[in-house]
């Protein structure tokens, strides 16, 4: 017993899955507590806030992933020059490899420091004026829009602090400490949950449960900082600068990235500010509630495989395929089946549980959340070929997430005439079918040299097919 503790006390799939389902208690609890206690715009502008924060963090413009990899290339062996390219395997490569780890680390991180420090700013302040033109009528329509805007003014401060913190968690993941790291979550975890279930519980409104969350984002942020102080202090000893060569390996692979990112889920966390201009109170906080829901399930689902990038990146750095095939192949498929999971979960057991808890907010249709998880699974899909392509280093985000946000765009503007609250949900999921996920996959099978029907009949089509079953007979149910 004392072994298998201690091998999941160190198990990064583990440990993320342990943070994810802290967060998700926190949101099993909580969200009934404001499903009940607030008026459904308050439910309405409280969920916004959180879409918000959502995409301020994603303003990183895909620093964190590209700096993550680099992170796990130098612990491979791999120079800051050959970083920039490492499609070519290691014995190949055309500079001589460094075997100064944390010297390479060290330049790494002086730079991303130097980065994020002016990066947090200028996206607090575009999100300062743009943020508060989206919600100025959602909050018009609540009893005491003072209150809320007071609430705004602290998530932003909160996710300041948090883009801050983005540096030292990504970090840590890219030096291979993901447990470690995930530990640090799942402590402020359930910190921000006791928390906020303790304000609710006392007649707190938006303000004060805004206040609780995002003081635990600034915590969160503090004990990355200082848990990467301990385990690398010459990390936190390097020179926070400029450095050029770190710049120039870096730049091509995060300008796509974060295209990519933007283009993606910018875009479907987005949707909820868009329909906030266009739909009754009702109507967005049903459609947030189950964007929640979906984005949770999905981020819960990645464990399995995005817990496994910095080893699938060292092994990239070192050139032993044969083993990166099998641990992706393996986190592939347990992803996909924890998706599956949730959302046939949700399916059969949401209009009950709201029931129960005697929500003012309804849950959206049977078919309306089929297509959402469906445009979700095809993504998830897509989204870990695209990851296993990166590790190449040759970032083509922008093209993948790029193309396929447009024709989100144009398909959910064409759309919402006839179908409303279905048209970004369908939109992704044709966008995703069509372009998204075949362009992913064809790319990561033919760079690493396996058949793509042989990976996936192994990987993600029996969850899928699971799935889609698990959809119709909850439609069936809920029809009856």
Same mark, same amino acid.
């Given at each position: ?7 999941? =006390?160190?198990?990064? &799939? #583990?440990? &993320? %899955? ?25 439910? !309405? ?20 992933? &590209? ?62 004026? $743009? ?39 990504? !970090? ?49 942020? #503090? @004990?990355? =900082?200082?848990? *990467? ?21 870096? =730049?091509?692979?995060? %300008? ?5 990112? /933007? ?31 979906? &984005? ?28 990166? *095939? ?36 309804? @849950? ?49 503007? /064409?759309?919402?005439? =006839?179908?409303?609250? @279905? ?11 069509? @372009? ?23 990987? $993600? ?20």
């Amino acid at each position: 017993m004392r072994g298998l503790a201690r091998r999941a =006390w160190h198990s990064p &799939t #583990l440990m &993320t %899955w342990g943070s994810l389902g802290v967060r998700l208690s926190g949101v099993v609890v909580v969200l009934p507590l404001v499903l009940r206690r607030f008026d459904t715009p308050e439910v !309405a502008v409280w969920q916004l806030f959180s879409t918000i924060f959502t995409l301020i963090l994603l303003l990183d413009l895909g620093l964190s992933p &590209t700096f993550g990899r680099m992170f796990s290339y130098a612990l491979g062996g791999a120079s800051i020059e050959r970083m920039a390219d490492m499609r070519r395997p290691a014995g190949e490569a055309p500079v001589a490899e460094s075997q100064d780890v944390m010297g390479n680390a060290g330049r790494l991180f002086g730079t991303l420091r130097w980065i994020y420090a002016r990066l947090a700013a200028v996206s607090v302040l575009v999100f300062a004026a $743009g943020g508060t033109l989206a919600l100025w009528k959602p909050i018009s329509e609540c009893h005491d829009p003072r209150r809320l805007w007071t609430a705004w003014a602290v998530v932003l401060v909160g996710a300041f602090m948090g883009m801050l913190g983005n540096a030292y968690s990504s !970090a840590l993941q890219g030096m291979n400490e993901v447990a470690a790291q995930r530990r640090v979550e799942i402590a402020s975890g359930i910190g921000q949950a006791l928390t906020s279930i303790a304000v609710l519980l006392c007649g707190g409104g938006v303000l004060s449960i805004v206040v609780a969350y995002q003081a635990w984002a600034v915590i969160n942020a #503090l @004990f990355n =900082w200082m848990l *990467l102080a301990r385990l690398f202090p010459s990390l936190m000893a390097a020179p926070v600068r400029r450095d050029a060569v770190v710049l120039r390996a870096l =730049w091509p692979a995060t %300008w796509r990235s974060g295209i990519g990112v /933007l283009a993606s889920h910018g875009i479907i966390q987005s949707s909820g500010l868009v329909y906030g201009q266009l739909a009754t109170p009702a109507e967005l906080a049903s459609y947030l509630l189950a964007l929640r829901i979906i &984005t949770m399930a999905s981020q819960i689902s990645q464990a399995p495989f995005y817990s496994k990038l910095p080893r699938l990146a060292a092994l990239q750095a070192s050139g032993d395929r044969d083993e990166q *095939l099998v641990i992706a192949r393996r986190g592939m498929a347990r992803a996909q089946w924890v998706l599956a999971a949730g959302v046939v979960f949700v399916a059969l057991f949401s209009l009950p549980l709201l029931q129960l808890i005697g929500s003012r907010t309804q @849950f959206v249709s049977p078919q309306l959340w089929a297509v959402v998880a469906m445009a979700f699974f095809v993504e998830r899909f897509g989204a870990m070929h695209l990851q296993l392509y990166s590790l190449t280093n040759h970032i083509v985000w922008h093209i993948a997430n790029g193309v396929t946000g447009l024709l989100m765009i144009a398909l959910a503007a /064409l759309l919402y005439r =006839w179908v409303g609250l @279905f048209a970004l949900p369908g939109a992704m999921l044709v966008a995703y079918s069509v @372009f998204y996920s075949p362009y992913a996959a064809i790319l990561s099978s033919r760079s690493f040299g396996f058949s793509l029907w042989r990976f996936e009949w192994r990987a $993600g089509l029996p969850a899928g097919l699971a799935m889609a079953a698990g959809l119709a007979l909850a439609a069936v149910i809920r029809g009856s």
